[in-house]
């Protein structure tokens, strides 16, 4: 049996990235964006180098497998992250941001709305909570709420309209807010 040196090991590495690396680029290219095609690639790359006695003389098609496989691991690992960052939201919301110098009267009245939203969002189920927090407090919009829930961008936008529309019946449960007069037709102010 014939020992193959570093440089031999090495010659054939540097033939098989050269015949592999833009044809494995673009089929990524097509399928995912910049940043996780180029990770994907270096992870391709690295089970070329491990597995370079099991490459066959058709490399690309080998080449493109393993690609895929890595690409597949890829999503799974986002996945992962996208539920654990949606799960720790969910337990432990980021605090409310407070001014500065507000008004002594104005601290009461928002802590008293924040206890009625807090309130009326316990009320909710907790899908429709996560989704009014990942849009409130987060900031996201429909279609990133949707990359975070692993839904699509038209379900996101469902679920949120209906979980606000959820909310506001909550809140409208538990009463007025506080410094908030309902319109009254027969109001004088109404009449004005």
Request: net charge neutral; hydrophobic share 40%; aromatic share 4%.
């Amino acid at each position: 049996m014939r020992v193959v040196t570093d440089t031999e090991r090495e010659k054939r590495m540097r033939n098989l990235v050269a015949l592999v690396v833009d044809p494995v680029r673009r089929y990524l290219y097509r399928r995912t964006d910049a940043a996780t095609a180029d990770d994907v690639i270096g992870d391709t790359l690295l089970v070329c180098w491990r597995r370079l006695d099991e490459v066959p003389d058709d490399a690309l098609p080998w080449a493109i497998v393993v690609a895929r496989q890595c690409l597949s691991n890829a999503r799974r690992a986002e996945r992962r992250r996208t539920r654990l960052i949606g799960r720790i939201i969910a337990i432990d919301p980021p605090p409310a941001a407070a001014d500065e110098n507000p008004a002594a009267s104005t601290v009461d009245e928002g802590t008293a709305d924040a206890a009625r939203v807090t309130a009326a969002l316990a009320g909710l189920r907790r899908d429709d909570a996560e989704i009014l927090r990942l849009w409130a407090w987060d900031e996201l919009t429909s279609p990133q709420i949707a990359v975070v829930l692993g839904i699509s961008e038209n379900a996101a936008a469902i679920r949120l309209h209906r979980a606000k529309a959820r909310l506001k019946q909550e809140l409208l449960k538990s009463g007025n807010p506080t410094g908030h007069v309902p319109y009254d037709e027969g109001s004088e102010d109404a009449r004005r």
